[in-house]
């Protein structure tokens, strides 16, 4: 199998491109199956089984918070 190279990349999204991937994002959860987006030109494979956690983090410069899904 090849090796992924690392990779740390941002995408913003208008309000409703976003709210479009969070709907399909939802329904895949909901249904138990697995996801797929594409970031910057790369398609990444989420599978049902992923583990999603919420992340908030605050500082000086503002509140960020991440949706972050792990397999």
Same mark, same amino acid.
């Given at each position: 199998m090849?090796? *992924? $190279?690392?990779? =740390?990349? /941002?995408?913003?999204? !208008?309000? *409703?491109?976003?709210a $479009? #991937?969070?709907?399909r994002?939802? =329904?895949?959860?909901?249904?138990? #199956?697995?996801?797929?987006? /594409?970031? $910057?030109?790369?398609?990444?494979?989420?599978?049902?089984?992923?583990?999603? +956690?919420?992340?908030?983090?605050? +500082? =000086?410069?503002?509140?960020?918070?991440?949706? /972050?899904? #792990? !397999?």
């Amino acid at each position: 199998m090849t090796e *992924k $190279a690392e990779r =740390d990349i /941002q995408k913003i999204y !208008s309000n *409703k491109d976003f709210a $479009a #991937k969070l709907r399909r994002l939802a =329904d895949a959860l909901e249904e138990g #199956k697995a996801f797929e987006i /594409q970031v $910057a030109g790369e398609r990444i494979y989420i599978p049902a089984t992923a583990e999603i +956690s919420v992340e908030h983090e605050r +500082s =000086d410069d503002g509140e960020e918070l991440e949706f /972050q899904m #792990k !397999s």
